[in-house]
């Protein structure tokens, strides 16, 4: 070991890029654990951002010609230095880790700059639109961008806040439905399931930063391609987690797969923190209003035949049932071996053993004592006649749950039968813990997914969205009585998850909100189309088609406007909400950002301020106005948060701050540690004060991956 460490010491002082390489290396070795899950943590992964300006210092490859599917040059290049203009501005570039050094000039329209996760990236959010119609309820936000790099931003607007986080993440079914490094992960990689975890692992790592570990939930629904895996991953990642799986149907007529069972099920892990618990709900058998249930009398289970020592002995005795169907009384039991004709008759009665429809001679579920008591109190009832079969009529009776029901209140005798039962029925919903195993018609994801946004946007079509029912009942599950909540989706696609949430505040009024992240891939065949007609990532006509401007924004939008992107109304209702009409809409609103990375050089002050604005707002509720730009008098106040950017105004601030209700948070601009002290002496209690530098954009250094 120590002539390893001597070794990678010689390493660093020679070159110290590779030293510290070796180093990581060396250090992910001897981490590896005896046992548990073990796998490659692959090349640091990086993203491309087209569009991006170029600038000297970047990284970059080289696109290939336009028109050209093949994937190009995948080197990586520094920008040494930039000349021309406009369109004829070339880039002068230098080859990255080569032995030998290569240069070459390129026009900067074939480049695309890459930022490796390692990197410190300066992260800005850019309005690109917002809808609203929800008055002074939080705002809903859709990132548009890679989610490593949101989530890490989020650190900073929602450390140890987000209430749940649900994830939908690629199932890396091997058939290109997700990209390790710009490049699709198809099924005969053979680091295909090493890659995916190392893509989930760190992105984990920064959600862990993000849930509130007081009473938080992460959930994370998958198939059976990674579902065991991903389950030991989430042991690693969340130690202080307990964890529940939920198989759930999706596609009840099963998955075709030949030669091997129809898949019909996705699998949910539920990860609650601290003293996060899963809500009961009402059980449909004990809805408000439904009739109280009854039990049949007679066993059905064969081992509890008549003469069976599990059936019980002095079970098998005649019921007398008169001509008007009532009970008019209840025999004696007959040993077993006793004829059942034997037994006494009654004039005007039918004498009712417990008989199988084959004949068999079964027993009661109760003894004669027993049965005379519930008799006294209506709790027996009779049922149907049934003169052509062995058991001349149904009976049944209320077990002694249900009495309990009765006698608690829970449910009310509204009458009596004719045979003097009770007619009783359930005055308040009665709630059950869910089980595991779910298999309910609203979570189909073709019927309640797929089709529900095929309804919301037209013909657009998003591959395997969430049944909208499926993901509510998630976020119910956990936030039922949490009605200010904020949930987090970074793998949201279709923009489920914020539509779920919406669905949930308008049945009980709660302004919970929804942060989804999405990037803005384009499928994998429509991807290699648009390059044939010439096309890049960054221009406009690729761009529109990605998930995030072609169906994450537009859903949400029509989910609340009613309207579709054309302008139409919305057809159809929402099946598990009272049958609302989907025009209806939503009282909500909602913004839509893109995440940008900045240069901490040569950015402006007041460009920067503009470019972080959005996430002081977010941090601060995300909720009513925001300051936009820097304010011309040193200091401003909005709704939920100040700024001060001039300290000599710290008097006014502090006094603007005091005299409105709700802000929570004042933002303080300075390098002085000392003057910001003072400053937060003199804030009302309640309000967060929190330091930002002066170089707005140090604030929001990130290097997670590092
Ligand atoms: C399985 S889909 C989620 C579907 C969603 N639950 C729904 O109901 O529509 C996963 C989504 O994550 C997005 N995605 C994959 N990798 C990503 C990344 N690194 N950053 C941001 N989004 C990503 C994909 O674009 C895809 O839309």
């Keep these: 070991m120590s002539r390893l460490t001597d070794l990678i010491a010689q390493a660093k002082s020679k070159d110290s890029d590779l030293g510290r390489e070796l180093e990581r290396e ?8 005896a046992f548990g899950l073990n796998f490659e943590r692959h090349r640091p992964e990086s993203v491309e951002l087209p569009g991006r300006p170029v600038r000297k210092g ?62 410190y990236i300066y992260p800005g959010l850019v309005s690109t639109g917002k809808v609203e119609r929800g008055g002074d309820k939080p705002y809903h936000t859709v990132i548009n961008g890679e989610n490593f790099h949101a989530l890490e931003a989020l650190t900073f607007t929602h450390r140890g806040s987000i209430d749940v986080i649900y994830i939908d993440p690629p199932y890396n079914s091997g058939a290109k439905d997700w990209k390790y490094n710009n490049d699709y992960v198809e099924k005969e990689d053979l680091y295909r399931h090493s890659k995916w975890l190392a893509f989930m692992e760190r992105r984990l790592l920064v959600a862990s930063q993000l849930i509130n570990k007081q009473d938080g939930v992460l959930i994370v629904a998958i198939d059976d391609k990674e579902v065991a895996r991903l389950g030991l991953l989430l042991e690693q990642v969340f130690p202080d987690a307990e964890i529940d799986m939920v198989t759930t149907v999706i ?39 439904a009739a109280i249930s009854w039990r049949t009398l007679r066993r059905s289970d064969i081992t509890s035949a008549r003469g069976t020592k599990k059936g019980g002995t002095g079970q098998f005795y005649p019921i007398y049932v008169d001509d008007s169907g009532r009970i008019e009384s209840i025999g004696q039991p007959l040993e077993h071996g006793i004829d059942r004709n034997s037994a006494p008759s009654k004039d005007g009665c039918i004498a009712v053993f417990p008989m199988r429809d084959d004949g ?87 019927v309640h997914g797929t089709e529900l946004v095929k309804s919301l946007l037209g013909d657009k079509i998003f591959p395997y969205p969430k049944s909208l029912y499926a993901v509510e009942d998630c976020i119910r599950l956990f936030l039922g009585n949490k009605l200010d909540a904020v949930v987090l989706d970074f793998f949201s696609g279709s923009g489920t998850t914020a539509h779920a949430t919406m669905l949930l505040n308008r049945k009980d009024g709660g302004r919970r909100q929804c942060i989804s992240v999405t990037n803005n891939e384009v499928g994998a065949d429509e991807g290699l189309e648009l390059r044939k007609k010439g096309l890049r990532p960054g221009d406009d006509d690729w761009e529109r088609w990605g998930i995030c401007d072609y169906v994450t924004k537009p859903r949400i939008e029509a989910a609340i406007t009613g309207r579709k992107p054309d302008g139409s109304s919305v057809d159809g209702v929402y099946d598990f909400d009272e049958d609302r009409p989907m025009a209806d809409g939503y009282g909500e609103n909602a913004e839509f950002f893109t995440l940008t990375y900045e240069t901490p050089v040569a950015v402006n002050h007041n460009r920067a301020f503009a470019r972080i604005a959005p996430l002081l707002w977010m941090r601060a509720g995300s909720e009513g106005r925001r300051i936009d730009a820097e304010p011309a008098e040193g200091w401003e106040v909005a709704d939920t948060y100040g700024l001060l950017t001039n300290l000599d105004r710290a008097a006014p601030f502090c006094a603007g701050i005091t005299a409105k209700e709700g802000i929570r948070i004042a933002y303080i601009v300075t390098d002085d540690e000392r003057r910001f002290q003072a400053i937060t002496r003199e804030l009302p209690k309640g309000v967060e004060p929190v330091r930002l530098y002066e170089s707005y954009l140090t604030n929001f250094r990130f290097a997670m991956g590092r």
């Design 360 to 446: 068999t001679e079964m027993n009661w579920g109760l003894t004669a004592p027993s049965l005379k008591k519930l008799l006294k109190d209506g709790y027996v009832r009779v049922g149907r006649a049934t003169p052509n079969k062995p058991q001349k009529y149904e009976i049944s009776y209320l077990t002694s749950g249900r009495i309990s029901d009765i006698q608690t209140g829970r449910a009310t005798v509204t009458g009596k039968n004719r045979d003097g039962s009770v007619r009783a029925e359930y005055v308040t919903h009665k709630m059950k813990y869910p089980v595991t195993s779910w298999a309910r018609l609203s979570h189909n994801a073709e």
């Design 26 to 33: 060396f250090k992910a070795l001897t981490n590896r654990r």
């Design 251 to 289: 596609n009840p007529r099963g998955k075709y797969r030949k030669g091997r069972f129809a898949r019909c099920e996705d699998y949910l892990y539920f990860l609650t923190f601290g003293s996060a618990e899963v809500q009961g709900e009402p059980d449909p058998d004990f809805a408000e209003g």
């Design 58 to 119: 970047d990284k970059v490859r080289v696109l290939p010609p336009r028109g050209e599917t093949t994937k190009g040059d995948q080197r990586l290049w520094k920008v040494r230095s930039l000349s021309g203009k406009g369109t004829e501005r070339v880039a002068q570039l230098e080859l990255i880790g080569a032995a030998e050094s290569e240069t070459q000039d390129v026009a900067v329209a074939d480049l695309i700059v890459i930022v490796e996760f390692r990197e």
